[in-house]
């Protein structure tokens, strides 16, 4: 699949800043204050209750809760003017900008870029901040806590922005460093850079890009994350398309904790949106990601036993995999799927009745070139298509582990498959890219409520009907890879 080179000039285009933070380190300068507002009224507080209950915090929350009690009204007012009096007389004489961003401003303010401060904090705050430091000739739109009714995450402060400057939100870059204030940020529908002043990345949503300070940020940056934001959009042209990718990604996490072969019966249907090639690049970050809650959650119900012998002939399967699929096109894709698939199911049922006539389950399945043939179709499918759950649970399912062993160990032998798979995907088929996981960061909340459907599905599910689901699915979505 090739992507479409979207226009990519700055009309319409608006940035918009969180302040403490994002224009100023004021952080430190706030937990003083704090220290000394609480001094007073006799509170305790630690760092780490700062951290998740005061940084990126609207006052009337923190009040609450270092209060132990609902503040609002004129408690509230009188509460938050005394404590940012105290900022205000601590930070007046160390106020700077965060490295580089005055170089930042002047180069979107003279390219002609829309510009906002959109802050939770009081006015009087803002003022300090944007005059002290001569910022504020660069701001068409500055609003504080006292502009809306609703503060972060509510994206209030977002989409006014937006709407005083004249703009969509979908044309604006929010700039933000907290928890809330990206979660706002994207709410209202907007490209977010996460700021690493006060966060570490892992503690934010997940965002299009980070930084720590605006050293390497310039208006040609902006250009191109707008650009790959809109050619990862483009990948998905109408809502259907949307709606269907992210059905798929439920499936993913449903497949990963619960019934493995949901998440083949999606491999057609992302074949479908993107091609059946560049689809096993869109997916595997997916699935990696899907893959290490599954190993969380499963983290002591494994057999590494079935994995050590399956591993090594998977991984050389791969490589077969990774060689063939070089040389192949779509629709050739699709049938070496369907058929690795179906294989897999006539390699169950020769196994179940040999067993049956024999009275012996492990005299076939017990062999070395049973575990290394399926091995290697494990490697070879996964290489293909992401297509090695069918296999993995067929090859569990003749093992005959229970439901809870079987889901658990075939998370992990995939997951280690699926991690090895990147750099190959990227330095050889060269169908990894940043397009893919910026959908692949969108669809994660979807993977997470899959995985809870899985789970939950596990538990609830009889033995002997979730064998017969699983295997169902399997031939379903083979059917869909070779005649769909």
């Avoid at 109408?238 to 269907?244: E, F, G, N, R």
Wanted: hydrophobic share 50%; proline share 4%; aromatic share 12%.
């Amino acid at each position: 699949m090739h992507l479409n080179t979207v226009s990519n000039d700055l009309n319409n285009l608006a940035v918009l800043f969180d302040m403490d933070g994002v224009l100023v380190h004021t952080n430190p300068y706030h937990a003083k204050a704090f220290e000394a507002f609480f001094d007073r009224y006799r509170i305790p507080y630690s760092e780490s209750e700062f951290e998740q209950h005061m940084y990126g915090k609207h006052n009337s929350y923190i009040m609450s809760y270092f209060f132990n009690r609902q503040i609002d009204g004129d408690e509230l007012l009188a509460l938050e003017s005394e404590k940012e009096g105290l900022f205000r007389e601590i930070y007046a004489e160390h106020a700077e900008p965060v490295a580089f961003l005055p170089e930042f401003l002047q180069d979107l303010s003279s390219h002609g870029v829309a510009l906002g401060v959109a802050t939770s904090a009081p006015k009087a705050n803002m003022d300090l901040v944007l005059d002290t430091l001569d910022l504020r000739h660069y701001f068409q739109s500055t609003l504080s806590s006292e502009d809306v009714q609703a503060h972060k995450p509510d994206p209030e402060v977002y989409l006014k922005s937006a709407d005083r400057l004249g703009v969509n939100p979908d044309q604006c870059f929010v700039f933000e460093d907290s928890y809330s204030g990206v979660t706002a940020g994207r709410a209202a529908g907007m490209k977010v850079i996460g700021v690493l002043t006060s966060h570490r990345r892992e503690d934010l949503p997940p965002c299009l890009d980070y930084l720590s300070d605006y050293k390497h940020f310039n208006v040609e940056k902006l250009k191109e994350l707008r650009l790959m934001w809109d050619n990862a959009l483009a990948l998905l042209p109408s809502p259907w398309a949307w709606c269907l990718y992210f059905f798929c990604t439920v499936l993913i996490g449903v497949s990963k904790t619960g019934i493995q072969n949901v998440g083949t019966f999606a491999v057609p249907l992302f074949a479908l949106l993107f091609g059946a090639k560049y689809s096993t690049g869109i997916v595997l970050i997916l699935l990696c990601m899907a893959d290490l809650l599954a190993v969380i959650y499963y983290r002591k119900e494994l057999l590494w036993s079935e994995i050590r012998k399956m591993l090594p002939f998977s991984l050389i399967g791969l490589l077969i995999g990774l060689f063939v699929g070089d040389f192949i096109d779509d629709q050739t894709f699709k049938l070496i799927m369907g058929g690795c698939i179906l294989l897999s199911v006539a390699l169950m049922i020769w196994a179940t009745q040999r067993a049956k006539g024999t009275g012996r389950s492990d005299e076939l399945t017990g062999k070395t070139w049973y575990s290394s043939s399926f091995g290697l179709l494990v490697g070879f499918s996964t290489m293909i298509g992401n297509a090695a759950g069918p296999a993995v649970t067929i090859y569990l399912l003749t093992r005959r582990l229970d439901k809870v062993t079987l889901v658990a160990t075939g998370a992990w032998l995939i997951m280690i498959l699926n991690f090895s798979k990147i750099p190959l995907q990227w330095l050889v088929w060269d169908n990894l890219s940043a397009e893919g996981l910026i959908l692949n960061l969108l669809a994660l909340p979807f993977i997470l409520l899959g995985g809870f459907i899985g789970i939950r599905l596990v538990k609830v599910i009889p033995e002997k009907e979730f064998r017969i689901v699983i295997l169902a699915l399997v031939v379903i979505a083979s059917l869909m890879l070779i005649f769909g």
